[in-house]
């Protein structure tokens, strides 16, 4: 019994978590066992890490800190839920995961891809996901929309939606990479689209795959450790 591992990637107000939770409502609406968490997060250390990324007052962090800080965040969400969660089957819907450090602090902050490769695998004890929804967007537009949401000006912009356009157009470029790279994993959807018919995309995929009898994060083809 293999669960299944989807990760949803992009830019800042890409509209990914707005689409995670509708593939989680219609999951559980077919009656499927359905986790939903996100990286950084979804254990009590990870919320504790995250709130340390975040903060803006914390505006003084080396690169190289919030690297591990993120990689930390996620050794700790693998071995905590998600690997636990896909041993007995269970579906694993994560709001971003690897690709994010590959896309922001190797694209954006300019780190070595292969140290962040050989860290990313350490920290996700090897574990890849089954798919990848990559929602694709200008960052204008998506910090246009994480501007519009109606919080007050003061508390707007995290420490990592703060950042100058040009570090998030590097991010956009590494994901673009990212997807080319590896095709079968990643689905590239154009977020402009409309919200139900990019939905329909992703119900599609994994429809597909849950009919599909081999998966990459399933059991024995996981590195162990
Ligand atoms: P979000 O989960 O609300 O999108 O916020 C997480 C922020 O952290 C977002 O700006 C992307 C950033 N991030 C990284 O820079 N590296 C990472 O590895 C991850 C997972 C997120």
Request: overall charge neutral; charged content about 25%; glycine content about 12%.
């Amino acid at each position: 019994m293999a669960g299944l591992f989807i990760t949803f990637e992009g830019g800042e107000g890409s509209g990914k978590t707005t689409q995670l939770k509708g593939l989680l409502t219609h999951l559980r609406a077919e009656g499927r066992d359905v986790v939903e968490t996100r990286d950084p997060g979804g254990t009590p250390i990870g919320k504790q890490i995250r709130s340390l990324l975040l903060n803006p007052a914390n505006g003084g962090m080396a690169v190289v800190t919030e690297l591990f800080l993120y990689e930390a965040s996620r050794a700790q969400l693998v071995r905590e839920v998600i690997r636990p969660a896909l041993a007995v089957g269970r579906i694993v819907l994560c709001d971003r995961f690897a690709d994010s450090t590959v896309a922001y602090q190797g694209h954006g902050r300019g780190l070595d891809l292969g140290l962040i490769a050989r860290l990313n695998a350490l920290a996700a004890d090897g574990l890849r996901p089954d798919l990848t929804v990559l929602l694709d967007l200008d960052p204008e537009a998506g910090l246009a929309r994480v501007g519009q949401r109606v919080t007050p000006p003061a508390e707007r912009h995290d420490r990592i939606e703060g950042e100058v356009l040009g570090f998030h157009q590097r991010v956009r470029a590494g994901y673009l990479a990212i997807a080319a790279a590896e095709p079968d994993r990643v689905v590239r959807l154009d977020a402009l689209h409309g919200m139900a018919e990019i939905e329909e995309l992703i119900r599609r995929r994994v429809e597909g795959l849950l009919r599909s009898p081999v998966r990459p994060s399933g059991p024995g083809i996981l590195a162990s450790g």
